[in-house]
């Protein structure tokens, strides 16, 4: 087989290509026109253990008159990071993720091989030279992996900064709270009150600073974990919470729904203003075309009501308590919110590194020739 260069120049009619790609830096040294060697290669796996090498075969040439010099393995390393934490606190669930993916190794020659036969397994075969070589991974790659802490300290504090993005912690409190406020959550929040020691006196500092009337003498037994838990379940009823099978919701008013800007707004009256219709429609007693729905004894922050179009009954927290629970939402910590008891708490970080590798074949005179195919290679 007649060897020969293939010449990266165009001419009219005539467009020739090498047969090995030019990236930077190599452009800096080959130009348009230049003669290279020609190369290929293949890995003998695309996964490697950090501190470990990876295997791979070599096969170049150069034409006559051109020498081979050595060959070189080059890789960039990329980081890829995951993480997720799961709100835990009152079995409300939320999951908030991430990824994030940085070139923390710029693309560089990390193993040489000179054109010699006396030191490596270089063989020539026929028209070309076969080199089978390894290629080192440093042991600073080696994955990371932080999954569910049992307990939280100084040590879990330090993974964490270490780990996860600044301010992680800060936007997952805050989306928790925001969901929480909103009618769809409403059992959440409930469940989110009664599991979180809110203290009586930070409760009483609510309750001034918002002007509502949430309850102030939570019985908390510091050898009785679930006291408090029982007590704040008691405190805040509604329709669904109390109810018995065969017994009827006490009804201690009517409202009627109208809409105001496209918001639903809930008018709320007393039972002697409304009457009853011969088919046992509710209504307005000043005005009978008015449909008038009952609402159930409850908590005072509760506004539990039968809505006709859903043909149920729905219970939220009354507007003039949101702020007031969105206050109390934002003392709660980040670590508490993950906090899954037994099963630890809900964070994991994994990281891991991958390497895109390249082969490069240069000859006496300094043309550089690359191989077509990279690789990635996936460290564990």
Same mark, same amino acid.
């Given at each position: 087989?007649?060897?020969?260069?293939?010449?990266?120049?165009?001419?009219?009619?005539?467009?020739?290509?090498?047969?090995?790609?030019?990236?930077?830096?190599?452009?800096?040294?080959?130009?348009?026109?230049?003669?290279?060697?020609?190369?290929?290669?293949?890995?003998?796996?695309?996964?490697?253990?950090?501190?470990?090498?990876?295997?791979?075969?070599?096969?170049?040439?150069?034409?006559?008159?051109?020498?081979?010099?050595?060959?070189?393995?080059?890789?960039?390393?990329?980081?890829?990071?995951?993480?997720?934490?799961?709100?835990?606190?009152?079995?409300?669930?939320?999951?908030?993720?991430?990824?994030?993916?940085?070139?923390?190794?710029?693309?560089?020659?990390?193993?040489?091989?000179?054109?010699?036969?006396?030191?490596?397994?270089?063989?020539?075969?026929?028209?070309?030279?076969?080199?089978?070589?390894?290629?080192?991974?440093?042991?600073?790659?080696?994955?990371?992996?932080?999954?569910?802490?049992?307990?939280?300290?100084?040590?879990?504090?330090?993974?964490?900064?270490?780990?996860?993005?600044?301010?992680?912690?800060?936007?997952?409190?805050?989306?928790?709270?925001?969901?929480?406020?909103?009618?769809?959550?409403?059992?959440?929040?409930?469940?989110?009150?009664?599991?979180?020691?809110?203290?009586?006196?930070?409760?009483?500092?609510?309750?001034?600073?918002?002007? %509502?009337?949430?309850?102030?003498?939570?019985? $908390?037994? !510091? /050898?009785? #974990?679930?006291?408090?838990?029982?007590?704040?379940? +008691? @405190?805040?009823?509604?329709?669904?919470?109390?109810?018995?099978?065969?017994?009827?919701?006490?009804?201690?008013?009517?409202?009627?729904?109208?809409?105001?800007?496209?918001?639903?707004?809930?008018?709320?009256?007393?039972?002697?203003?409304?009457?009853?219709?011969?088919?046992?429609?509710?209504?307005?007693?000043?005005?009978?075309?008015?449909?008038?729905?009952?609402?159930?004894?409850?908590?005072?922050?509760?506004?539990?009501?039968?809505?006709?179009?859903?043909?149920? %009954?729905?219970?939220?927290?009354?507007?003039? $308590?949101? !702020? /007031?629970? #969105?206050?109390?939402?934002?003392?709660?910590?980040? +670590? @508490?919110?993950?906090?899954?008891?037994?099963?630890?708490?809900?964070?994991?970080?994994?990281?891991?590194?991958?390497?895109?590798?390249?082969?490069?074949?240069?000859?006496?005179?300094?043309?550089?020739?690359?191989?077509?195919?990279?690789?990635?290679?996936?460290?564990?």
């Amino acid at each position: 087989m007649k060897l020969q260069y293939k010449l990266g120049l165009i001419a009219m009619g005539l467009v020739a290509f090498t047969s090995c790609e030019k990236n930077d830096p190599i452009a800096d040294i080959s130009q348009i026109g230049q003669r290279v060697p020609t190369c290929y290669w293949e890995v003998g796996s695309t996964v490697c253990k950090a501190g470990e090498s990876f295997s791979f075969k070599g096969q170049y040439y150069t034409e006559d008159g051109h020498t081979p010099s050595h060959s070189e393995v080059w890789y960039n390393v990329v980081r890829e990071d995951q993480g997720e934490a799961s709100a835990k606190l009152g079995g409300f669930s939320y999951t908030k993720s991430y990824t994030t993916s940085d070139t923390v190794r710029t693309n560089q020659s990390i193993v040489k091989f000179e054109h010699d036969t006396t030191m490596y397994d270089l063989k020539w075969s026929g028209y070309q030279w076969i080199l089978n070589g390894e290629v080192p991974v440093s042991e600073t790659l080696t994955p990371i992996n932080w999954n569910t802490p049992k307990t939280w300290g100084a040590s879990e504090d330090k993974n964490y900064n270490a780990y996860i993005p600044a301010g992680f912690d800060v936007e997952f409190c805050e989306e928790v709270g925001e969901m929480l406020i909103t009618d769809s959550y409403y059992s959440n929040l409930r469940n989110v009150y009664m599991n979180y020691e809110f203290s009586n006196e930070y409760v009483d500092s609510i309750n001034k600073v918002f002007n %509502v009337n949430l309850p102030t003498d939570i019985a $908390y037994d !510091p /050898a009785d #974990a679930q006291a408090g838990v029982t007590d704040k379940s +008691t @405190r805040w009823y509604d329709y669904d919470n109390t109810k018995k099978q065969n017994t009827p919701a006490e009804i201690v008013g009517y409202y009627y729904p109208t809409i105001v800007d496209s918001v639903t707004v809930y008018n709320e009256v007393a039972m002697d203003v409304t009457t009853t219709l011969a088919d046992g429609t509710n209504v307005l007693a000043a005005d009978t075309t008015v449909r008038v729905y009952p609402v159930y004894e409850s908590s005072p922050w509760v506004f539990s009501r039968f809505e006709d179009d859903k043909g149920a %009954v729905v219970s939220t927290v009354r507007p003039e $308590y949101i !702020p /007031a629970f #969105a206050e109390m939402l934002t003392i709660i910590p980040f +670590t @508490r919110w993950i906090n899954g008891g037994a099963d630890g708490y809900a964070i994991i970080f994994k990281r891991k590194y991958k390497l895109d590798a390249n082969f490069r074949v240069f000859d006496t005179e300094g043309n550089v020739g690359v191989a077509h195919t990279s690789y990635s290679i996936e460290v564990n």
